[in-house]
C-alpha cells in the first residue's frame, strides 16, 4: 500500500492547504515540549530556552489561522486568540535580557545584567546598575 493514493490522498485522508497549515501548526506546538524538556535535561534544572517561545508563537499563530479561516470554531478560535501574549511578551523580555547582558573585561564572556561576577572566570563585573557597583 502506498502513502499517497493516485486521486492526492495521503494515509487515505484528503488533504487541503488548510489542513497542512493546521498541521505544520500542530507539530511547531507540539515540539517545544521536547525542545523545553531537552534544555532542562541538558542543564539538570528546569529552563525554558527562547526557541520554546518562538515554537509556541508560530505554532498557535498557524492553529489560529486554521481556525479563523478553516474551521471557523468559536472554541478554537478563542483557545489560540491571545495566547501569542505572553509568547510575544517572553521573547520581548529574552530580548531586553540579552540586550543588557555585561560582557566580561577579562574574558569576553556574556553574563546576565543582575550577574555580579563572571560565571566563566569569576572577574568583577562593571555593570550599568548603580545599585550593584
Ligand atoms: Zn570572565
Given at each position: 500500500m502506498s502513502?499517497?493514493?493516485?486521486?492526492?490522498?495521503?494515509?487515505?485522508?484528503?488533504?487541503?492547504?488548510?489542513?497542512?497549515?493546521?498541521?505544520?501548526?500542530?507539530?511547531?506546538?507540539?515540539?517545544?515540549?521536547?525542545?523545553?524538556w531537552y534544555a532542562s535535561e541538558k542543564q539538570k534544572r528546569v529552563v525554558v530556552p527562547v526557541a520554546f517561545w518562538w515554537l509556541s508563537l508560530v505554532g498557535s499563530m498557524l492553529l489560529?489561522?486554521?481556525?479563523?479561516?478553516?474551521?471557523?470554531?468559536?472554541?478554537?478560535?478563542?483557545?489560540?486568540?491571545?495566547?501569542?501574549?505572553?509568547?510575544?511578551?517572553?521573547?520581548?523580555?529574552?530580548?531586553?535580557a540579552k540586550n543588557g547582558e555585561t560582557k566580561c573585561a577579562a574574558c569576553d564572556v556574556r553574563s546576565p545584567i543582575s550577574a555580579r561576577f563572571c560565571a566563566n572566570c569569576g572577574a568583577a563585573l562593571k555593570t550599568g546598575n548603580p545599585d550593584k557597583s
Open positions: 502513502l499517497i493514493s493516485g486521486d492526492g490522498n495521503f494515509l487515505g485522508v484528503e488533504w487541503n492547504t488548510w489542513q497542512v497549515i493546521g498541521w505544520l501548526g500542530n507539530i511547531a506546538f507540539f515540539s517545544r515540549f521536547f525542545v523545553q489560529l489561522l486554521y481556525a479563523l479561516f478553516y474551521r471557523r470554531d468559536s472554541v478554537f478560535i478563542f483557545a489560540y486568540g491571545f495566547t501569542w501574549i505572553p509568547y510575544i511578551r517572553n521573547l520581548m523580555i529574552h530580548s531586553n
